[in-house]
């Protein structure tokens, strides 16, 4: 039961996220830069610039500046950034071009990041579930087995 409704939820976010035509352009680039991103979730959080500054630690001029593309921020600042945001680190070190995106990396986790219509505390209860799923599912199959019979 558990596990049909995780996939709903993937599902309906992997819909979203696919159906918003600001993911990307046609090379496959990602459209919305780091400020332009940052900013859509700041907004999608109902975070003033001044709340979401005062969060991360930072001025408020200086937020700005990122978002307006003027100025790149270290990635201290993205990880402040982040936890204020609630989203990982890695997508902003991503969309920084400070590290490269994993080949492997779960469209799941990208689309619930993505999401704006859930909750930053949502979308942290969606990816423990999904993560903790992902974990029981690479078991060896004997200790899964053990575990379904408790």
Known sequence: MLAECLQYCAACCILHFVSDSKHTDGSGQRSLDLGGFIKSHR??????LRRLADRAGISNPYL???ERGLRKPSAEILKRLSRALSISAETLYTRAGLIEEGRNRPVVVEAIEADTALSPRQKQVLLDLYRTLVSAASLPEDLNQQRQEL
């Not at 907004?43 to 003033?48: K, Q």
């Open 43 to 48: 907004e999608g959080a109902n975070l003033s």
């Open 64 to 66: 700005s500046q990122i």
